[in-house]
């Protein structure tokens, strides 16, 4: 039986004790499982993946990591505290917020050599990295000097050469050109395959499928109010437009101007 990694139970968080981010969270991921947070702007996605990577603890109710509750008198305990961060791994929405070293080459590294690993192995994983994300020629720029696309692929690579076995994602596709989205579905795919667990919050409908088993749904009261198939629940056309899931965008063809409802199967153009 698959072992269960975060066992959540009606956990509440407020930043600052006034701003409420997450109202009563219920949710249970089991090993290998890889599920996808969907939700409008301030739902509560990122603050999710904060709380799952213990950079924050719920206020009220219970947080579990393999049967453990997360607080921090439990990060004072080395031992845990350096496998929990050598287990689990956050890419963050922002890339700005994760990047902090002065060249790209010693942002990439700083995770395996921080975590430990043997000075030995950081170098092939560190070139075998970088040619993953097509960046081998950044390595000696300041991330901070990167177009957007670039330090989310600086952030990418910093996080995966750790080969964390729970991935946390937040818009891991956002601002990424087609190909490099691509390229990056393809190595979740792979990341998926090997047992390992992901967690991708997004607003990128059309890669659910692909990346995620399960799906879970934040509302604007910042509880989830629906799980399940992703399948299932993103052919739900009216589910997802009462949520803020769905667009519809205009545009002119024959001299008319035309509503185009923008759904994720098949880049669907359904004339309304
Ligand atoms: N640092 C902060 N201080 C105060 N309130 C915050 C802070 N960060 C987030 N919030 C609030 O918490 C709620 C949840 O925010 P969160 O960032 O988790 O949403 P999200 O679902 O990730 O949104 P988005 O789709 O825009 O990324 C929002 O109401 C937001 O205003
Ligand atoms: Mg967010």
Do not use: W
Not at 194 to 222: C, M, P, Q, R, W
């Amino acid at each position: 039986m698959a072992m269960t990694v975060f066992e959540l139970k009606d956990v509440h968080f407020s930043y600052l004790g006034k701003f409420p981010a997450l109202a009563g969270i219920d949710i249970t991921v089991e090993e290998g499982r890889n599920i996808a947070v969907i939700g409008a702007n301030g739902s509560g996605k990122s603050t999710l993946l904060h709380l799952l990577n213990a950079l924050i603890f719920a206020d009220k109710g219970s947080c579990k990591f393999f049967g453990r509750e997360l607080n921090e008198g439990l990060f004072r305990e080395e031992d845990f505290s350096k496998a929990f961060r050598r287990a689990v791994g956050l890419v963050f929405q922002n890339p700005d917020v994760q990047l902090f070293c002065p060249t790209v080459r010693e942002e990439i590294m700083f995770g395996p050599l921080h975590l430990g690993f043997d000075p030995k192995t950081i170098l092939p994983m560190f070139d075998s990295i970088t040619k993953v994300f097509g960046i081998e020629g950044l390595v000696d720029r300041m991330p901070h000097q990167l177009s957007i696309g670039e330090k989310r692929k600086v952030a990418m690579a910093s996080v995966l050469i750790s080969g964390p076995d729970i991935l946390l994602l937040d818009e891991p596709t956002s601002g990424l050109d087609p190909k490099t989205s691509r390229d990056l579905i393809d190595l979740l795919k792979k990341h998926h395959e090997s047992g390992k667990t992901t967690i991708t919050a997004t607003h990128d409908l059309h890669i659910i499928e692909e990346i995620a088993d399960i799906i879970y749904v934040f509302d604007k009261n910042k509880t989830i109010i629906r799980y399940g198939d992703p399948h299932e629940l993103l052919c739900d056309i009216k589910f997802l437009e009462e949520n803020n899931l769905m667009h519809s965008h205009s545009h002119r063809h024959d001299g008319e101007t035309h509503v185009h409802r923008h759904d994720h199967l098949m880049h669907d153009h359904a004339h309304s």
